[in-house]
């Protein structure tokens, strides 16, 4: 599957942008995606606008419970009974579970038709939808069929950002600070001196504090430092990813942390208490600062602002040393590891990354107990 040029947009005029996006595909059909709760939350902000006049609505079940083969399966039936032929378009309107799963259903039917990303959530806005990663959860792991491939365009659009309560700012903000640690030391302490709750300010759903019409939001000073943060983060994940779109090398590094976090994720769920992706991310990078401090010479002077910063605002997961081989086992099946061995990617500073390193279990078990008696 081949990779586009992706064109990234930070939104400042909604409706504008987005003609001008389905104007350039000029579709002969078009169709937007939903799950049911940007249905109800997400579609309002934009179901005015005349460049989506006459699409037809594509809606799946919300969460990644739904991330299923019967969801794509579903995509592809609709978009057959409504015509859609080589010329038609999917918009994605969602989280990162439609980008990925909307993004796969289109790369696909018909061997490919074109499609849009509007993510609706901060997580799928500087990290799912953009890069070109596609796909859906298969046979009890995440993400197992996929491929990678594009959208045409990707618009982030902040005013989505109204409908999303503070643990889902800052589950995509998890994501933001990880791409401060893998870039510059400016960008890494401009995200350690934002309020992050203060994306939240003014926060009143999506129906209320918009005006649809013109699509501006109601604080728009916020609003304005907001897309420069999320227009610098994005950068980061498009210089990467136009480095390496298929993850042979560097784009390793955007799994800063996610070799530990994930298996906190999996643990979570497992134990019947889901935690959010960025909190378990925000969780891991803990664990992986530390395993840097120690095994890559990461200056304790950049570890401890970091660790101040994810304590204050992520808290922690319970934890028992008794579940450290459960951890450990769920690293294994970690995508990134070769030949059945865990591979993280560490940091010898911020922006100095180191791809493919090898820790070991007593190391791992040492980041746990840091972890779980320093936080
Ligand atoms: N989420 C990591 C990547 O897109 O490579």
Redesign the pocket.
Request: aromatic share 0%; proline share 0%; charged share 55%.
């Given at each position: 599957m081949n990779v586009n040029t992706q064109k990234v947009i930070i939104s400042k005029d909604l409706q504008a942008e987005l003609t001008a996006a389905i104007e350039a595909v000029g579709p002969d059909r078009l169709f937007v995606l939903t799950d049911t709760t940007t249905l109800a939350l997400c579609w309002p902000v934009v179901d005015k606008m005349a460049c989506l006049a006459g699409a037809q609505m594509i809606t799946i079940g919300a969460s990644d419970e739904a991330k299923t083969l019967d969801s794509v399966s579903h995509v592809w039936s609709q978009l057959q009974s409504g015509g859609a032929t080589r010329h038609s378009l999917l918009v994605n309107l969602g989280g990162g579970m439609v980008t990925d799963l909307g993004g796969f259903a289109a790369s696909t039917f018909k061997r490919g038709i074109r499609f849009i990303n509007l993510p609706t959530t901060l997580l799928a806005m500087v990290?799912a939808s953009v890069?070109g990663?596609t796909g859906f959860n298969f046979g009890g792991l995440k993400n197992e069929i996929g491929v990678f491939n594009e959208a045409e365009t990707v618009i982030l659009s902040t005013l989505f950002l109204r409908t999303l309560d503070s643990h889902n700012i800052l589950s995509g903000y998890a994501e933001m600070l990880k791409h401060g640690l893998i870039s510059t030391p400016q960008h890494w302490k401009e995200l350690l001196a934002f309020d992050v709750f203060d994306i939240c300010h003014g926060k009143t759903g999506a129906a209320e504090g918009l005006d649809s019409n013109e699509g501006q939001p109601t604080d728009s000073k916020h609003d304005e430092a907001l897309a420069r943060l999320l227009a610098e983060s994005v950068a980061v994940k498009e210089r990467i990813v136009s480095e390496d779109p298929h993850?042979h090398g560097i784009?390793k590094a955007?799994?800063l942390g996610h070799t530990i976090g994930h298996a906190f994720e999996s643990l979570a769920l497992a134990k019947g208490q889901p935690v959010l992706h960025g909190y378990a991310v925000a969780w891991g990078l803990l664990c992986e600062l530390y395993l840097s401090t120690k095994l890559a010479g990461f200056p304790r002077e950049r570890f401890y602002p970091t660790l101040q910063f994810i304590k204050e605002n992520y808290g922690s997961m319970a934890l028992d040393c008794r579940e450290y081989d459960n951890l450990y086992e769920l690293m294994t099946h970690d995508k990134k590891n070769v030949a059945g061995r865990i591979n993280f990617t560490l940091l010898a500073d911020i922006g100095e990354i180191r791809i493919n390193q090898q820790v070991s279990k007593d190391d791992i078990f040492e980041a746990l107990d840091f972890y779980r008696e320093g936080v």
């Open positions: 990290d890069g990663k993850e784009r955007l799994n």
